[in-house]
């Protein structure tokens, strides 16, 4: 299920394969072997630009990592995800299709990867989790630097030499999914982050 060359690139960030979540896939067949069983249509007859995916089983957590103690760390593995074609503009109906009982009030569906970002790594579906607005707006700065990167021609070509089917969070993804501001600039909040991934003698 995991997706070898893309979870050799983020253990080069130091995470555990505890910490391999998925945020982008290439495809319905790369969320179906890396992500879980797409196990809903929810954005209409006759289309399949937004799913519900039931998660395929992740591996144990490690108790010693600081980062499972944070309100909201079971969405990092949540059982049943909502996934959607980076271009479908109908997202947040979708979500609250999938959950009708999650309240949404303040809160925007962010997409874990951002979706221009996506388009220039190759991947068509992205995960969508609910943050606060204040958290979403603070990886702004992160994903403008992203975007500049991966939109030139050389690194196109380079991450399609990759071969990557899905794309695992590194550590500023994993604070956005648990609604942790990033800040801008050196992004000093991400330096304390590495805390939650340190293991605790």
Do not use: C
């Amino acid at each position: 299920m995991i997706d070898l060359v893309a979870s050799d690139r983020v253990r080069r960030y130091g995470l555990p394969e505890s910490l391999r979540v998925p945020i982008a896939a290439i495809d319905e067949l790369a969320i179906e072997r890396h992500v879980g069983v797409i196990s809903e249509t929810l954005s209409g007859a006759g289309t399949r630009r937004a799913f519900l995916v039931r998660a395929h089983p992740p591996l144990p957590a490690d108790p010693r990592l600081p980062i499972w103690e944070q309100p909201g760390a079971d969405m990092l593995h949540q059982p049943l995800q909502v996934w959607v074609h980076r271009t479908y503009g109908r997202y947040r109906r979708a979500y609250q299709r999938a959950f009708p009982d999650t309240e949404l009030d303040g809160l925007v569906l962010s997409h874990a990867m951002n979706r221009r970002l996506a388009a220039a790594k190759g991947f068509d579906f992205v995960r969508l989790t609910p943050t606060s607005r204040a958290a979403n707006s603070s990886s702004a700065f992160a994903e403008g630097w992203a975007i500049d990167r991966h939109s030139v021609d050389e690194q196109i070509e380079r991450n399609r030499k990759l071969g990557l089917s899905v794309q695992y969070a590194d550590l500023t993804d994993l604070m956005l999914i648990l609604d942790i501001r990033l800040g801008g600039g050196v992004m000093d909040a991400v330096n304390e982050g590495q805390k939650l991934i340190r293991p605790r003698a």
